[in-house]
């Protein structure tokens, strides 16, 4: 099993900054697949970011839509994995999601859709005010 804490959170202006950290129990980070996704009311969840780690080292995808302004990241001695979220916008405002598979995935592929996944936070609140 394994156990996902979601913090970081909050609310801020436009073109600020955020930083979600999510905490594993149960397994060691490098050895799962692990993706943050959002959802924002009335919208489908959609994948932001992926990070698996491999025999070269952790591997990382990030979506169109934050490109740029997003990035995933492995904190091994803390067993966590983080996004730091960047010159943030009204319409990145949702619920964030932290999500876990001990199955591997080639993130060349992007990142794996909800049901790779089996085990999520409970997700921690961004709010984007213009």
């Known amino acids: 099993q394994v156990q996902l804490v979601e913090s970081g959170g909050g609310s801020v202006q436009a073109g600020g900054s955020l930083r979600l950290s999510c905490a594993a129990s149960g397994y060691t980070t490098s050895t799962l697949t692990m993706a943050w996704f959002r959802q924002a009311p009335g919208k489908e969840r959609e994948g932001v970011a992926a990070?698996?780690?491999?025999?070269?080292?952790?591997?990382?995808y990030v979506a169109d839509s934050v490109k740029g302004r997003f990035t995933i990241s492995q904190d091994n001695a803390k067993n966590s994995v983080s996004l730091q979220m960047n010159s943030l916008k009204p319409e990145d405002t949702a619920m964030y999601y932290c999500?876990?598979?001990?199955?591997?995935?080639?993130?060349?592929?992007?990142?794996?859709?909800?049901?790779?996944?089996?085990?999520w936070g409970q997700g921690t609140q961004v709010t984007v005010s213009s």
């Open positions: 990070i698996a780690t491999g025999g070269g080292g952790a591997s990382t």
């Open positions: 999500a876990a598979s001990t199955d591997r995935w080639y993130l060349g592929r992007g990142i794996p859709g909800e049901t790779f996944f089996d085990y």
